[in-house]
């Protein structure tokens, strides 16, 4: 190959490279902006009956789900709500009745938030999605959050540790004696406990500076590290990904191995910042060899 003609090879090397470029921001773009898949499963030995605030896109905000089973989902981006778990549900053929813990009042459809104590998933779509998982309310539920197929940070949140078995006796919750022989079934925050501005971060403690954690919040914490477990815990707590699914696991370990419906097909993966790094790993290592080729 001549020098002429490695110089003509230049400008279409480069020209390629630049059309990868906008065609992976561009699928960046597309899926930031796509209806995100939520799997929802129950890995508990009860069943539980989840509630979302706004409910729209998930059976109208309250449904059944028995140990071992899922439930898939489709939101758009632009909603932003909460997910949690209720326990001890009875509800009759109307779908009316009461649950012992994380009730939205009297009916299955939940239209409001649920009652204290419950373990609480947040969200907020847009083109990067911000989540968490909040024990600012209390607990009843292992809960964790996983992304799967996206960018960005992209953690898994959640407190896959049972607060209820090392739940403080002050604020523990009993079910009971002839249903749970009194055992405990929540865990309540100190705030609601004892409701004062310390431990509600109200008041002069109502901004980040003053508001610091307290003995009830570190033991939430320790348990939990990528919980809430006070108020103003945003910089270890709050998480961003984009163009991702999630998958909301009651009862299961945050490092286990997780599966999700995408793109009409049944995906699995043990690590998803793993898969991140290794999709970004192959878009770089393509670029480079588009520059390397230009140069031969």
């Known amino acids: 190959m001549t020098h002429q003609e490695t110089m003509e090879m230049k400008p279409i090397f480069s020209f390629a490279a630049f059309i990868f470029i906008l065609l992976s921001l561009g699928n960046n773009m597309k899926e930031s902006e796509a209806a995100r898949v939520f799997t929802i499963r129950n890995d508990c030995r009860e069943t539980i009956w989840p509630g979302v605030t706004p409910g729209d896109s998930f059976e109208g905000g309250g449904f059944e789900l028995k140990p071992g089973k899922s439930m898939v989902f489709n939101a758009p981006v632009g909603w932003s709500g909460r997910i949690w778990g209720r326990t001890g549900c009875k509800f009759d053929s109307n779908g009316s009745g009461k649950c012992q813990t994380g009730a939205c009042g009297t009916s299955l459809k939940c239209s409001a938030a649920g009652q204290t104590p419950a373990t609480l998933a947040e969200f907020t779509l847009a083109q990067q999605d911000y989540y968490d998982v909040s024990l600012v309310d209390g607990f009843n539920l292992p809960m964790a959050v996983k992304p799967v197929h996206g960018q ?135 670029l480079i060899l588009l520059a390397l080729r230009s140069y031969l």
Do not use: W
């Open 152 to 286: 960005g940070n992209c953690t898994v949140a959640g407190c896959d540790h049972d607060l209820r078995k090392s739940c403080p006796k002050e604020l523990a919750v009993k079910g009971p004696p002839n249903q749970h022989d009194g055992k405990t079934v929540a865990c309540r925050s100190a705030c609601d406990v004892f409701d004062t501005d310390e431990y509600c971060c109200r008041g002069r403690y109502g901004n980040p500076v003053s508001c610091h954690p307290t003995f009830y919040s570190k033991l939430f914490k320790q348990a939990c590290p990528t919980s809430y477990s006070y108020a103003y815990d945003d910089p270890t707590s709050i998480f961003t990904c984009s163009g991702t699914d999630y998958i909301i696991t009651f009862c299961s370990s945050r490092s286990q191995p997780v599966c999700t419906y995408h793109d009409n097909k049944l995906t699995c993966s043990r690590s998803t910042s793993m898969k991140s790094i290794l999709n970004i790993t192959s878009s770089l290592a393509l």
